[in-house]
Each structure stands twice: as C-alpha cells, then as structure tokens.
C-alpha cells in the first residue's frame, strides 16, 4: 500500500480503560482522599523502615534523661524511664498496624464467606446467618472484647507466648465482633447479581455454585467489600489501642501506640509531649484510613458521575 | 402502632436475651481456669473434700444443665457475690448504673443538638463550603479516639486553664456543699466526660443527617411545598427534617453499642463511678461475677434500645408495623 507522504495522521493513542484506571481517575480527584493516601504511605514507610534508620533501641533505659521535651537527641523526647519515644512509637507501629490489618482480613474473610453462603442459599440458611449478623450487630463489642480477653489471655499466652498469644487473640476477637457488616454487603450484591444474564450465562454453562461466587460474582461485589474493609483497619486500630489504653492489651514491653498512651497518660502534666505524640499517631493512621477509604467509596461506586 | 406488631417485636427480644446468654455462658463455659483451682492446689484440703464441694456446686453436671442453672439464677436476680466489694453483684451495679445512664444520656443529647442543625444546615447548601467544613470537622470527631479526645481535654481544662475556667478531671461521688452549690459541682465535673462522648457521637450522626436529609430534599412533595410558596425555612423544618428524622431514630439506636464502648473508656479516664469502670476495675481485679453481671447489663441495654427504637420507628412511620 502506498503510503502517501502529504498527510500524516497525528496516531493519537486509543485511550485505555480499564475498571482499575477508571477507579484511579476517580480516586485522585478527592483531593483529601489523595493528601491521606501520601500521609499514610509515608506514616508506613516510617514504620517500616525507620528502624533500620533511627538505631535508638526501645528499652534502653536512660534515667539521667527521663521525662525530656523534644530535642535533637530524642526529636519525640523521652519518656519516665528515660526511654526514646520516636523508637518506641516507631516500633510500636508495626504492632499497631499490623493488628489492623490481620483483623480486617479475618473479618472480610468471615463477611465474604458468610455472606455467600447466605446470598446463595436463600430460605432458611439465609435467615439463620442474617438473624446471627444482626444478633452480633447488636452485642456490645467492648465489653465483650474485654470480658473474652479477661477469660483466656492466660491460656493463649501459656500456648503461643506472650506476644504472639496477645497478637492472635486480638486479631481473631476484633476480626470476629466486625464481620456483620461485611456479610450483610456481600449478601445484598450477591442476591442483585445472581440474577444478572452473565451469571445465568455460567450456570447455563454447567458452573457449580462455588465457581458462580468465586469466578463471576465476588470480583463484581468486591467494591463494597474493600470500602468497607479500609474502614475496619481505622476501627482495629482504634480497638487495639483502646485495649492497651485500658491496660488489657499488649504487655508493656510492647510500647503499642495506645501502650505507649497508656503509660504515658500519668505525666499529662509534667511530660505532655508523650501522651500528645503517641495520641497524634492514633489519630493520623485513623484519619487518613477513614479518608482513603471515603475516596475509594467516590471511587468505586459505578453509578457516582464523577 | 397496631398492638399485633409490638406483641411480634416484643417477642423478639426473648431470643436475643436467649442468645446472649447463651454466648456469655459459653465464653465462661470453655474459658480456661477452675473456681475450685485454688483448693486443688492446697494440700490441706483432701481430695474427698474437694469432691464433694464439686458435686454440691454442681461442677460435674452435664453443660447443659450448669446452663439451665445458670439461667435460672440469673432470672431470679441471684448475680453471685464480689469478692473485692463484699457485697451483692446487683446491688452494686444497681448503685452504679444510674450513673454511666446519665452521663449516656446527656452524651446522646449533646450529640442530637449539635449533629441536627450542622447536618440540616449542610443537606440544605450540599458541596458550599459550610458543608465541606462541617464534613472534614466530622471525619476528624469520630476519628479522633475517645482516649485521646479525653486527655487532651484535661491537658487543656485541667492543667493549663485559667484558674477561673479550671474543670475538675476526677470525677466526685461525694460533692462537697449542699442545694444549689452541689448540683453546680456535679454539673461541673460532668462537663469534660460528657464532651468527649457527645462530640464523637455528634460527629459521625452529622452524616447521618446530612445523608437522609439529603435524601428527602429531592422528593417530589418538597417541591409541591416550595411551589406552593411556603418560605424556604419552613419547607426545612415542617416538611424535610420531620420525615428525614424518622431513619435517623434507628441509626441512633444501632449506635448505642459503641456508645458503651465509648462509655467505658471515658469513665475510665475521668474515674467516673459507673458500671463502666466497674468493668474495667474487676477485670483488673479478677473479680469474675462482677465481670460477667456488667456485661451482661450491658448487652441487656443495647436489646432494650434497639426495642424502644423499632417501636419509635413504627410509631414515627405505620407503613413498618404493616410489612
């Protein structure tokens, strides 16, 4: 074919799309949700590699520096044993994220699960697993939390540890008392897309049930899920640090930043910079989760003209 | 309200109450630890003793008849014996209850007069600028935990207040000074914990209204109402907020468990003398009974609010009682 050499078509690009695009374009036009995403990551990249950088270790005990406001030697000063703050909050962290994000998967894992169950079985399946998510909706999660911690924090500690047996025992407890929700999402889209031709279209096919949900239903409920998933990170954190806040959580060797709050709430007066800096970093993680995840709703949710 | 709809509602509440039983007894049921733990341990005590005691007490029972057992007693208002306060388990959260009810209730009212207005205000100018204020103050109340809310009020109010401003941080039972003086002091000494609850329970109902007002505005009998010519505030007030109210009653309602939790750490925090710091004082104290009577309380009131929020729903909007 001759090509001819007078008029060159400009090839503009076909312009992509695809759902995980589109939902981005959306995302970075909540300009909170945006500044959020910036102030979490760089909160993590703290967390994970601020210890490898600030050698300061957590439970080195200084009294000739004990109580001290912010100064070059502890930017986040020291606390009543003379300890670093920074490292400590650093370290404490991990734990505390961690926590949030173990529990947000038990409870998505347990939500899908008994949603799909429930949103593909109907009758009395069905109304048995609702009746129980809104029994548990109606439990009062605190002091259950407490009253189960109270009853078996010995024993998990005697099979798995101190820490590991804390550590488990929260994430299965706050995961556990957060599924409703979860359920209640993904039975709702479940019961609106099982009707719809595509999923017809597989059963026509000979799909079992469970390549139904698996394959052609959850990747079309998972918007919901993960909105409601961000969420449930903030409200674990918020769990976990209230526990170690009430003095129930982690041991005190474990400065999680409700821990470090914890100790530090006796020398409001004296030594303010412990309580505010701990509480300061509560308050930005959960912050900045609630607000991603309001970005993401925006930016999930197909019928919202962006 | 028709009478057959509350007999139906009421009748719910029987497997709730059930039910929560149930999942207390269990969790003392396979928790770890034997109340005879400590005799087995102690070589004074012989072995036929410790048996018998066993057997007296009904240890050896079958599970389900400890839990018939159980059930019965607590029905009967039998809630065991403290062992740190010496005294009846229900006469000592009798004694407590009161307290964390008022501080609860005056929270929720705080919250109420703050959030309706802000909310309104923002539904009715959606996106302005008061509107975006209102929402990222929001985000900030209810991410702010209520630990945290509460020490910086005492570092604010207690410590570095002007002498005249000052707020006590710990919360008195015994109020020196008598008529007027001591109704001032307890309201003084109310102010901080109720603030802390109020605000974080104000903050997330703010978008709650603003979402269900938002939904009602664009209803067709809004416009009929403008059209009529009726002035724009009374179009708010007598056609909007009254029907946009209505789901909030419930969300109200649904709120009330995280209330308590909030409800625990605050007394806790400003050493308010409620069944919340009970809970956390026996826990610490391993005083079992105590712990397992206030939880149960606890889970009794969110039951209780739930029902008087079903039954406000249906009485606000009959079409519900008819489903």
Known sequence: MAASPAVVVPQRKAQRFSPGLEAWRRFRRHKLAMAS??????????????????????????????LQGPSWGHPLGTDDLGQDVLARLLYGGR??????????????????????????????VDAVLMWLADFFLSLPALPLLLLIIYLFREALKNVLGPEGGVFVMIVLVIGGLRWMPVARLV????????????????????????????????????????????????????????????????????????????????????????????????????????????????ALDPRRVL | MSRQYLIRRLLIV??????????????????????????????????????????????????????????????RGDWGFSFVSRMNVDTLILQRLPTTLVV?????????????????????????????????LAFIGFSLPTFFTGLLLILVFSIHAPEWMQLPFVYRADVAGTGWRFYWEHVRQSIMPVMVLGLFQGA????????????????????????????????????????????????????????FGGAI????????PGIGSLLISSILANDTPVVMGVTFV??????????????????????????
């Open chain 2, 104 to 136: 609860i209730g005056s929270a929720q009212l705080l919250a109420i007069v703050v959030a309706l207005p802000v909310g309104v205000l923002a539904a009715t100018k959606p996106y302005s600028l008061f509107d975006q204020i209102a929402n990222t």
């Open chain 2, 14 to 75: 029987v497997p709730s109450m059930l039910g929560i039983s149930l999942l207390l007894f269990t969790v003392l049921a396979l928790a770890p630890g034997d109340p005879f733990g400590e005799l087995a341990s102690n070589p004074a005590v012989p072995p036929e003793v410790r048996a018998a005691l066993r057997a007296k007490f009904g240890l050896d029972d079958p599970v389900w008849s400890r839990y018939l057992h159980w059930l019965v007693a607590m029905l």
């Open chain 2, 204 to 259: 997330s109902l703010v978008r709650y209204v603003r979402s269900a007002v938002l939904d009602v505005i664009r209803l067709d009998y809004v416009t009929t109402a403008r059209s009529k010519g009726i002035g724009e505030r009374k179009v708010i007030i007598k056609h909007v907020v009254r029907t946009a109210l209505i789901p909030v009653v419930t969300l109200v309602a649904l709120q009330m468990p995280i209330v």
């Open chain 1, 37 to 66: 995403a910036v102030v979490l990551l760089s909160i993590v990249a703290a967390i994970v590699f601020g210890p490898f950088v600030w050698r300061v270790p957590i439970n080195e005990i200084d009294f000739a520096a004990k």
């Open chain 1, 95 to 124: 734990v505390s994220l961690a926590v949030g994000l173990c529990a947000m998967l038990v409870a998505c894992f347990v939500g899908v699960l008994i949603g799909s169950l429930a949103g593909m079985s109907r009758g009395s």
């Open chain 1, 187 to 298: 039975r709702a889209q479940i019961l609106s897309i099982r009707e719809k031709e595509f999923v017809e279209a597989a059963r026509a096919l000979g799909a079992s049930k469970l390549r139904q949900v698996v394959r052609h239903i959850l990747p079309n409920a998972l918007g919901p899920v993960i909105v409601a998933g961000t969420i449930d990170v903030a409200a674990a954190i918020i769990a976990e640090s209230t526990l170690s806040f009430l003095g129930l959580g982690f041991p005190p060797d474990i400065p999680t930043w409700g821990r470090v709050l914890f100790d530090a709430k006796d020398y409001l007066d004296i030594a303010p910079h412990w309580a505010l800096f701990s509480g300061a970093a509560i308050f930005l993680a959960v912050l900045t989760i609630n607000f991603i995840g309001d970005g993401l709703r925006d």
């Open chain 2, 265 to 272: 750490v605050t007394e806790q925090i400003f050493r308010v």
């Open chain 2, 298 to 323: 606890f889970a009794c009131l969110v039951v209780f609010f739930n029902l008087m929020a079903d039954l406000i729903y249906a009485w606000l909007d009959p079409r519900i009682a008819f489903r």
